[in-house]
């Protein structure tokens, strides 16, 4: 797990399968979650006491000695890697997961592994990450493409692009859509506490993305800016991290936005927050709205599946190949078809919970736990199994 607040859902994603794969009880299945050693412990607490051991590594951790040894391999990936492979060869570790190209290219690990890919969102939105960001994420895709027993994508529509950009690829393909595992004190606390506890009227939508610039905040402000006109002045909660570190002034025009078009009142920004939190706001919300310009797999899309939640989602490909119950979507460059949405459903819809829509989702995901886990254990199996044929 690389544990860092500043990519939840990469940490949510760990989390999640982890819940996954315990749930299945195999007998011949032990899992060991590795951990950075300067990661903050609240990021792994809830999945733990669900593995056999949790690995704490100060060979991971970015310190500066290893930054300048994970350079050293992005330049030259023959050199022994002296991180992962020796946790791997101290533990016994059969299978490594997933490798992103963050500790370097090496892929001397003495066992199978796989690559995660969740999206290809740099060859589509080349503005949103700097040169050098580019290029090192280029080098980590084609690394993976030339050497990885497999990959993981989380969308079909991620894979089809891979093949698009990487068509001489030799590593195995699959396609793992990720799901939400929820916790019970989910839908056993209060969420109008929690609504209280941040000061929220009873009446607002929730947003609950990181604050990165592909994540489309300024559409919301756009279009409450075209409802304000017309005196409809509905409440959008935003959550997540602050701070994008390829656009460190971004958080400063979101603010300004805000400032001039006179939305203090209407726009609320409160942050990261627990995500037992974040879940009862979600609960009590009348809606969800997805703005993002590009997603792998969008977290915040199954988190609304979990709990049955209306969502307004723009129609980027991945979130119509989510297609989730309840579901309404807007033109993802237009602040005017995302009023006009928010105006149209705004009458509709009530405060949280719907504990009739949670019940119906719960079931299903419960379904869908379940698959999950399978899914992703029989792709291990094929890595190996086709690995020792070759």
């Known amino acids: 797990m690389s544990a860092d607040k500043t990519w939840m859902g990469g940490v949510i994603y ?3 399968l982890v819940k996954a794969i315990a749930s299945l009880s195999l007998p011949d299945v032990e899992l060991y979650l590795i951990i950075p050693s300067n990661s903050e412990p609240e990021l792994y607490a809830d999945i733990q006491d669900l593995v056999n051991k949790v690995c704490v590594e100060n060979s991971l951790s970015l310190n500066f000695r290893n930054r300048l040894w994970w350079m050293i391999l992005r330049k030259f990936p023959f050199l022994p890697d002296q991180g992962l492979s020796q946790i791997v060869k101290r533990e016994n570790i059969d299978f490594l997961y997933p490798i992103l190209g963050t500790y370097g290219f090496s892929c001397n690990f003495a066992c199978k592994w796989a690559a995660w890919i969740p999206d290809l969102q740099h060859k589509y939105l080349p503005n949103f990450s700097s040169k050098k960001i580019i290029i090192a994420r280029e080098q980590v895709y084609k690394f993976m493409a030339k050497k990885a027993p497999g990959i993981i994508f989380s969308s079909a529509i991620a894979l089809e692009d891979f093949k698009k950009f990487y068509p001489d690829s030799v590593a195995q393909n699959f396609v793992l859509n990720f799901r939400t595992i929820p916790e019970m004190a989910w839908f056993t606390s209060d969420p109008v506490l929690v ?13 609950s993305n990181q604050f990165w610039r592909h994540k489309n905040h300024q559409i919301i402000l756009e279009s409450l800016k075209i409802l304000k006109q017309e005196n409809i002045n509905p409440v959008i909660v935003c959550t997540g991290h602050l701070n994008d570190m390829r656009f460190p002034g971004y958080q400063k025009e979101i603010l ?10 209407y726009f609320k920004i409160i942050g990261l927050i627990p995500r ?3 879940i009862q706001l979600m609960r009590r919300s009348l809606a969800v709205i997805q703005p993002s310009l590009f997603e792998g797999w969008s977290t915040v899309v199954e988190d609304a599946r979990l709990l049955g939640k209306p969502m307004i989602l723009s129609d980027i490909p991945v979130h119509l190949e989510q297609n989730p ?16 949405k928010i105006k149209f459903f705004l009458p509709q819809l009530i405060p949280g919970p719907n504990l ?3 019940a119906i989702a719960k079931n ?8 999950y886990g399978q899914e992703f254990v029989q792709i291990v199996k094929k890595i190996q199994n086709n690995s020792q044929l070759e």
Do not use: G, W
């Open 325 to 340: 119950p309840h579901s309404h979507y807007f033109k993802h460059n237009s602040a005017q078809d995302l009023a006009d």
């Open 364 to 371: 299903l995901c419960q379904k869908q736990l379940e698959i």
């Open 256 to 265: 300004d936005l805000i400032d001039k078009y006179e939305l203090s009142e």
């Open 14 to 16: 760990i989390q999640n």
């Open 195 to 207: 609504q209280q506890k941040y000061q929220l009227p009873d009446r607002f939508f929730l947003v």
């Open 276 to 278: 037992l939190d974040q």
């Open 356 to 358: 009739s829509n949670e």
